[in-house]
Structures are given as C-alpha cells and as structure tokens.
C-alpha cells in the first residue's frame, strides 16, 4: 500500500478550564490517501473541529505525530513550516470571519500568490481571474470588497484562496455548514468537481452525516475526543456499529421513508 | 476599503461630532491664521499696560500687565495648544499601539514584561511624571510633548492590547497563518489595522488631556518660555486676578472651548464607531 498523504498518531489535546480537564482529543489516529475525501462527523464538542486545527498546526497537540506527504509536520516550525503550510490548505465554518474585514477579493487571493512566490505582481491579476474562474465567480468580483459579497460568493473566494497555492490536502472545516441549502448544494458539487480534475485530498469536517455521506469515501466518526468508528462511507452508512454513529444516522432526515421516519423518531 | 468613508459619514450625521468638528475647525483656523493676523513676536510690548477689553479697537481684547496684545496671545496660544495636543497624542497613539499590539500578538513572557512597564506608569499620574520629567529635562517645546506623551501612552497601549487579544483568535487571523503568511505581517497587516479604530477614537481625549496638562505646566513655570501658551497667560493674569480678571478669564474660554470640542468630537467618534461593529 502506499504512504497516506496525511497520516495522524495518537493525538491528544487536553484542555483545562477552571481546574476542571477536558478531552478535547484522545489518542486519535487518522490517515488520508491522496485524492480521497474522509469525513469527520461527530456531535459538537467531540472534538473534530479541534482535529481539524491540530492538523493544520493551528493548535498544538499535548502528544501525537502529524506525518504529511514525507515531512513530519508536527515537528516543522518557523519558515520550513510556513513552506510546507503551501501544501495544506483550510477553508473554514463562517465565511463572514475568514476574511480581513478590509481585504477585497483580489487581495484576499494575491496574498497565498505573493508569499509562495507563485506569480510575479505583473502576472497576479490574471492567476487572480482564474482562480475565480475555477469556482465559478466572475472576475470583476475581484475588485470588491469581500464583505460586500453573498456569503456562498464568499465561500467560493474562500475555496479560491485555498486552491492559489495548488495544495494536495484541503481542510473543510464545517465549511459548508453555515451556506443555505442551494448554496450548500453548490459548493458540495464545486468541490467534488476540483477533486475530480485536481486530484485534491479533503479532511471534510462536519456534524452532518447526510452532507458527509454525499461527498466522502471513507467516513471516521468522533465523540468526546475519539474515533469511535471509521470505515467506508457506505458502510458507515448502513450499518453503524458505534452508538454515535447510530445516533446520527437516525438523525438524517428521510423524505421517502416512511418506515425509517417512525424508527428515528422512535429514538429520538 | 470604504469603512473610513461609512465613518466619517456616521460622524458628521451625530450633533455631538458636527459640533466638536466646527469648534476644533475653528481652532485650527485661529492657530493657522495667526502668524498672518498677528505677525511679529505675541510677547512683544504692543501697547499701554492693563488696557481693559472692548476699550481700544488695536487690541479688542485689552493688554495684559506688561501691555501685550491679549488677542495675539489668544491667537498664538491656540497654535501651542492644538500642536502640543496633537503630537503628544501621535506620540502616544504610534507608542502604545505599537507596544499592545506586540504584548497582545507575542503573548509569554513578553506580554508580561511589557504589560508590568505599563503597570508602573500608570501607577504614577500622568501630571507628576510630566512635571518631574520637565524639571529634569528642561522646558522645550519637545521635551513637554514627550513629558505628556510619557503619561498617556499606557492608555492607547492597554485597548490596543486587548483589541488584539480578541482579533488574534478570529479565524481570519488562523487563515493568514494557514497560507503561511509571517507572523510580523500577520501582526502589522491583518492585527493591528482592526485593532486601531477604538484606540484611535481615545485620541481625542488625549488630545484633550495634554492641552490640560501643557496649560498646567506652563502655569506652574515649566513650559517653554518662548512660547505664548494659554497657561502661561493664565499665570500672568494671576497676578492681577481681582483688578483685570479678563486676563485669565479669555484664556480660559479658549481652553474651555479646545477641551469640548475634542471630547464632543470624541464622543461623535465612538458612536460612530460603535454603529460600524453594530451593523456587521
């Protein structure tokens, strides 16, 4: 088998507060192949949110290893990591605060260009239009400011941002969550589109199993701090072994189903 | 990018902010014009001593002890003000927002450090360590800006630390470390811009604090003598306080006039301000 692009080991972030200790998580191990989609479900508080940070090297982990693509990520520091940082993208939950409340589109997307060195200034505007392009925006969009675009334009720049480096893993965290349901739609298809054509990798973080379901090969399933399961997406799916998994499983909504309908409510 | 414009619009709609901004206006006016309205030195003899005001029409506001041109004094003296007041305020707006924004971002030890040296000076007022910086240091121009300026840097210093210990933990904050941006950029580019609104609405007061303190030095004898300053005059007219009160009295007024113009400006600001974070 070959390496995983990303591989975690035994992650563990405690968190205290008022002398009281939190398992924010739990010796947790994970690994994504190139071009796969995992999903990260849990219920909120399990910790797959803080996962999705610890990865990206935004929290540090009290203990674990973080492997990425040949270089141990969890060791990196300063300018190595800033490099390696090129390879790892993110896309967060509220695309109303990712962005520098001055910033405008262009210089949202010249940012992640300027400091890689990918594009000379003169060649910026036109890198800038295409990657616009490749999430569906137009490019006079570049000029506005981003708080002055949709919230589903806003995750698309967002998307825009973390495609400008050409990574090989993107972080979603939660990253459609907070678009409404048309948008949603849009963005999932977005993504699963660049995959396709890009070979990219997704850590897809969310709390709903039906959007992960739609969008993941394999899903892991986290509560208080754990994996409490992982295996294929389907497999997941229909058949939950964990209580958690279950739960929220029984928690999609089912137009068609009657039969299902009365069981979930049944559980609830 | 049109926030600024937003602000500016908010304050000129705000009574309290059109009524600090005419009254400053019309400061600035008075200190600007002054060298033209009023050339040659404002200490110079111009005239008989204690001519009361509204007596003779070369000096409407009277003469004081030594026969100066009260008007000219007022004049120039609105110029040494609002300068004083001006740069002792750029002086502790550029210092203190610099050393928050550092204690804020680095955190550690730093911030500790940083953050005991703010303790110690606010620990002393703000007039005592001008005072006692002015007598060591001498009476100039510069060294009563900086002595001011030493008093009220711990105030810009403490909001812009905790703007920045609340902007630091936004996700926009995570995402310029997530594209591998420098941590010196971060702090400069994204931080300190976001933090600076707040700090700069407490400029105003500032301003108005140093005019204060710039007066209270200059009429204890620790201003710069070469300059005629509303302290300094009020000082004069002390002296005479029962037979010619207008000699403090006139000073006074433009004092009076300086400080609520900065607050009311400064009030107009912070409503200003505050619609702008009300309406995301």
Known sequence: MRAPLLAVQGLTKTYRSGGR?????????????????????GPSGSGKSTLARVVMRLIEPDAGTIAFGGENLGAL????????????????QDPSAAFNPRATVADVLADPLRIHGLA?????????????ESVGLSDNLAVRPVHAISGGQRQ??????????????????????????????????????????????????????????????????????????????????????????????AAIPRL????????ASQNA | MNAPINTLGRLLRSPAGVAGLALLALLALAALSAPFLFPGDPLAIAGAPLTPPFTDPAFPLGTDRLGRNVLAGLF?????????????????IIAGALVGTIAGFAGGLVDEALMRVVDAFQTVPGF?????????????????????????????ARLARAEVLSIRERD?????????????????????????????????????????????????????????????????????????????????????????????????????????????
């Open chain 1, 156 to 249: 698309r720049v967002a998307i825009a941002r973390a495609l400008a480096t050409e990574p090989e893993l993107i972080v979603l965290d939660e990253a459609v969550s907070a678009l409404d349901v048309t948008v949603r739609g849009q963005i999932l298809d977005l993504l699963v589109r660049l995959q396709r054509e890009r070979g990219l990798a997704y850590l897809f973080v969310s709390h709903d199993l039906a959007v992960v379901r739609a969008v993941s090969h394999r899903i892991a399933i986290m509560d208080r701090g754990r994996i409490v399961e992982a295996g294929p997406a389907g497999t997941v799916v229909a058949d939950p072994q964990s209580e958690t998994g279950r739960a929220l499983v």
């Open chain 2, 128 to 156: 005592l360590l001008a005072l006692a910086f002015v007598s060591v240091a001498g009476a100039s121009l510069p060294v009563v800006i900086l002595a001011i300026a030493l008093g009220a840097w711990t105030g810009p």
């Open chain 1, 256 to 263: 068609h189903i009657p039969r299902l309908d009365r069981e």
């Open chain 1, 77 to 92: 520091n300063g300018k190595a990591l800033r490099t390696v940082r090129k390879r790892i993208q993110m896309v967060f």
């Open chain 2, 172 to 280: 926009y904050v995570a995402a310029a470390r997530v594209i591998g941006m420098h941590p010196a950029e971060i702090a400069l580019r994204e931080v300190l811009p976001n933090a600076l609104p707040p700090v700069l609405a407490l400029a105003a007061v500032i301003v108005g604090n140093a005019v204060l303190i710039e007066s209270a030095l200059s009429f204890l004898g620790l201003g710069d003598p070469n300059i005629v300053t509303w302290g300094s005059m009020i000082a004069e007219g002390r002296n005479v306080l029962r037979s010619a009160p207008f000699l403090s009295i006139v000073p006074g007024i433009g004092l009076v006039v300086t400080v609520l113009g900065v607050y009311l400006l400064a009030e107009g600001l912070s409503d200003a301000l505050a619609s702008r974070k009300a309406r995301p």
């Open chain 1, 21 to 41: 200790e939190v398992k924010g998580l739990d010796d947790v191990s994970l690994s994504v192949a190139a071009g796969e989609t995992i999903g990260l479900v």
């Open chain 1, 120 to 132: 000379p200034r003169a060649e910026r505007p036109r890198r800038i239009a295409q990657l616009l």
């Open chain 2, 76 to 92: 120039h003296g609105a110029q040494a003000s609002l300068a004083v007041g001006l740069a002792a305020a750029a002086v502790s």
